[in-house]
């Protein structure tokens, strides 16, 4: 099963419930497996791709790095657990941003991407029901490391994240 993909370059990286799988694009009419590597913990559900580096967001294992120069053999040289299962992950600068089912976002330093540090976790409440946005937004920027919303999605561009509460549907 396919969970996500990011289009970078001539490439189409795949975040499957096995790994993660490279296809080739260079001629969309006839797109060819290049590589893939597996996940020890399988469950693959977010990917993010920065220079020769893919940031997967496995759910069992956390935050994925997997070496993509030779997309022929990727490979993982890293992994750091999240504290909770991984749903997506994004990337802007150096910083990986993970979105975990636990009730909390993650970031992780990725400036050497074989090493990646987390600098903080940031808690989203859950809203139980509409209204009450007042009380919620301001145990939001408080950024405290615990939260009890379900995030399964998140985007980041610019100054502005973006992440999702599967339970209810909400937009952080």
Request: proline share 5%.
């Amino acid at each position: 099963k396919a969970h996500d993909i990011i289009l970078a370059g001539t490439f189409a990286y795949v975040a499957t419930e096995t790994g993660l799988t490279i296809l080739d694009i260079s001629n969309p009419a006839f797109p060819t497996i290049r590589g893939s590597v597996a996940s020890p913990f399988g469950g693959n559900l977010g990917v993010a791709v920065k220079g020769q580096y893919a940031f997967v967001a496995s759910r069992y294992a956390g935050l994925e790095v997997i070496n993509v120069s030779n997309p022929d053999s990727p490979r993982i040289v890293a992994s750091r657990k999240v504290g909770g299962q991984a749903w997506d992950v994004d990337v802007k600068d150096n910083i990986a941003y993970v979105a975990s089912f636990t009730g909390a976002f993650h970031l992780f330093d990725i400036s050497n991407p074989v090493s990646p540090r987390k600098v903080k976790s940031i808690g989203l409440p859950k809203w139980t029901k509409p209204g009450g946005d007042a009380a919620n937004l301001q145990r939001l920027n408080e950024l405290s490391g615990s939260g009890n919303a379900l995030t399964t999605g998140i985007s980041v561009t610019g100054n502005v994240l973006v992440t999702v509460d599967w339970g209810l549907g909400r937009l952080y």
